[in-house]
């Protein structure tokens, strides 16, 4: 996937050492999210992703910036499933099938996403989205695109909100935070018959 200045490719082994270069300045921002500090924790964050990929519910991806072809940050696709409608009945216990080209996800997410201090407001995660969107809506087809986040992380909930996702709600006392406390998390979603309305919002913002 790609535009005029990003483009979103493939999570590759030989990514760590520009992957921890992204990270390696000013780590303020990086308070809710494993970010990799240092070539060490880049090679273990890369080895996680390609392991989150290889269950089939994940595609882990990195953000090249192509003005100067440089890796500012990682983003990817995770909890993709296949349902069926309607329904078989009875109902079916547990997730689907795992999405293939031949049967692309009907549902996904989209997370886990980080970017250099230098990139974090320049319109390029704006740029990614639209891209991974667009995929999803566009090419896979699905019904819903989810997002969450840690409920206090109020740039990551606002950044969410502008690509036109609604809140849903709030799972309390959701999963371990980084911080080492208990972790609630904010859920958003676009689902499919919002996405006209949002691309061209997302598309006019990003022509400013």
Not at 49 to 56: W, Y
Not at 102 to 117: D, F, H, L, M, N
Request: glycine letters at 10%; charged letters at 25%.
């Amino acid at each position: 996937m790609e535009n005029e200045r990003v483009q979103v490719e493939p999570l590759a082994r030989d990514h760590a050492p520009a992957l921890a270069r992204a990270a390696g300045h000013d780590r303020r921002s990086y308070g809710y999210t494993w970010v990799p500090h240092g070539l060490a924790d880049a090679e273990r964050y890369v080895e996680a992703g390609l392991a989150h990929q290889a269950t089939g519910r994940a595609l882990v991806q990195v953000v090249r910036r192509r003005s100067d072809d440089r890796i500012v940050g990682s983003t990817r696709f995770l909890d993709l499933d296949v349902f069926t409608w309607p329904p078989p009945w009875p109902p079916g216990v547990g997730v689907g099938p795992e999405p293939s080209d031949e049967q692309p996800p009907t549902v996904a997410e989209i997370g886990s996403t980080w970017y250099a201090p230098e990139v974090q407001g320049s319109g390029i995660n704006g740029e990614v989205k639209l891209l991974q969107l667009t995929h999803a809506f566009e090419v896979w087809g699905v019904r819903r695109v989810s997002f969450k986040t840690d409920a206090r992380n109020a740039r990551s909930r606002a950044a969410i909100e502008r690509l036109g996702a609604r809140l849903e709600g709030v799972r309390r006392a959701h999963v371990p935070a980084g911080d080492g406390s208990v972790r609630d998390s904010a859920y958003y979603s676009i689902i499919a018959g919002e996405w006209p309305a949002a691309r061209e919002q997302l598309q006019a913002r990003l022509a400013r």
